[in-house]
């Protein structure tokens, strides 16, 4: 699954320093020629997030309490759907019957999805958040993880 993850890497333009998913999210959209929207959502029975293919552009919902590293791992999970269905292998895409951009996906591509931006945020230096809720402050100190 590591494998497949890096292979799909590749096809991200490079990431943006400082981190920031937003502009790697314009950068993607401009390498493409096509639209790539985030969209905070906030619906009890939403998803974590949703990649969505409208025939013109893409859209990445995610739930709109979700920050930091959350929320660029779900933004980053639903990249990856996105790059299995238009420019990853189609060995690896193991959509459902469900037509693209529908959110069914096999546990084989979830599990890849999430393998994905685990090692997208790695490769970004991102092992953190940039700005922590008071809650992860205080397990942060519980812990003894120190802020870089």
Do not use: N
């Amino acid at each position: 699954m590591r494998l497949a993850a890096k292979e799909l890497l590749v096809l991200l333009p490079e990431f943006p320093q400082p981190w920031d998913v937003d502009v790697l999210c314009r950068d993607l959209a401009g390498a493409r020629g096509r639209p790539l929207t985030l969209h905070p959502v906030d619906l009890p029975e939403f998803p974590f997030g949703m990649w969505i293919d409208d025939g013109v552009g893409d859209r990445v919902l995610y739930r709109s309490s979700a920050t930091g590293y959350h929320r660029d791992h779900i933004i980053l999970h639903e990249i990856c759907h996105l790059l299995i269905a238009r420019d990853g292998d189609p060995a690896t895409a193991t959509r459902t019957t469900a037509p693209p951009g529908a959110g069914a996906h096999s546990a084989a591509e979830e599990e890849l999805a999430e393998t994905f931006a685990s090692l997208a945020l790695k490769h970004a230096g991102r092992l953190r958040p940039r700005d922590l809720s008071p809650v992860e402050r205080r397990a942060a100190e519980l812990l003894g993880v120190a802020r870089a």
